[in-house]
Nanobody
């Protein structure tokens, strides 16, 4: 059974940085797409970024492009989300997701596995 565990959330001032980690286990992740989503209070879960495990192609939401970077460490089965120039509107619970697929899904319901989420709070 695939398991995803996020870490690295916290509180930071606007303009600061955080790096989220997603440790994956229980699967052959070379065939997976890994996504990062976020959900703010009262809002729907939204796509942030994704990476294809094999090849490393990356995809970003327009609101984070140029500020966030998604990457993976094959040896550690871990995906990262480096978040720079954080803004108060980035405040949300951030989730890691996984799907065994040859394409990269952008919609939350297309992913099969989810982590428990980690809170990111950006103060102004």
């Amino acid at each position: 059974q695939v398991a995803l565990v996020e870490s690295g959330g916290g509180m930071v001032q606007a303009g600061g940085s955080l790096r989220l980690s997603c440790a994956a286990s229980g699967g052959t992740f070379s065939r997976y797409a890994m996504g990062w989503f976020r959900q703010a209070p009262g809002k729907e879960r939204e796509f942030v970024a994704a990476i294809r495990w094999i090849g490393g192609s990356t995809y970003y939401a327009g609101s984070v492009k140029g500020r966030f970077t998604v990457s993976r460490d094959n040896a550690k089965n871990t995906v990262y989300l480096q978040m720079n120039s954080l803004k108060p509107e980035d405040t949300a619970v951030y989730y890691c997701a996984a799907k065994s697929t040859v394409y990269v899904p952008y919609r939350a319901h297309e992913y099969d596995y989810w982590g428990q989420g980690t809170q990111v709070t950006v103060s102004s």
